[in-house]
């Protein structure tokens, strides 16, 4: 809903859902005003086992926002699973259950190209040679031909894990280079989707 607001402003976009009869889930419909004409894309999800209404209609929102490109990218991402320990460490969260009792956790990470523009990765946070790495982008770096490079080698790599490891390496390049760094990200998105359709 903040992407929604921010693009299409308060008053620019609304949701809308229907019950699908017989306990078939539910749609939702989202639409945007464009040149003054509300455009509605639908999708649908069944209810939830866990607060079952609230799931559905959440989960049929998530889809109908996929329809106007909105996480779009998230669907390009490898399955990711939490970190669970006995022990407290750096970055875990602390958790409780019945059946095991005191645990810790930490969420899987996002690679780069899956987090917006600007967003520190988990290796940009550590210190290199006890030094903090700097937002500015370096004088001698050039965008346009890193960018150039990398998208002519993206459009020939049928190995996502290779182009997934070389995106990483190019976002790090184009540091301080926002909109590059965006067509990095766009490239590798439309690849690994290519990709996936292939397989």
Partial sequence: MKRLDEVCGKAGWRNEYRDIPNNGGVECGISIKVEGEWITKWDAAENTQVEAVKGGRSGAMKRAAVQWGIGRYLYNLEEGFAVVSATRA??????????????????????????????????????????????????????????????????SENDSDRLKHRYEDTWKLLNGFTEHQNKCKDVTGIRLKELKQAA
């Avoid at 956790?105 to 030094?131: F, R, V, Y």
């Fill in 90 to 155: 750096p970055g875990f969260q602390y958790a409780k259950s019945k059946e095991v009792g005191v645990f810790y956790w930490k969420a899987p990470a996002l690679p780069g190209w899956a987090l917006p523009s600007g967003t520190p990765t988990e290796q940009d946070q550590q210190p290199h040679d006890g030094h903090q790495q700097r937002d500015q982008a370096p004088q001698s770096v050039d965008a346009d031909k890193i960018l150039a490079e990398f998208s002519a080698y993206a459009g």
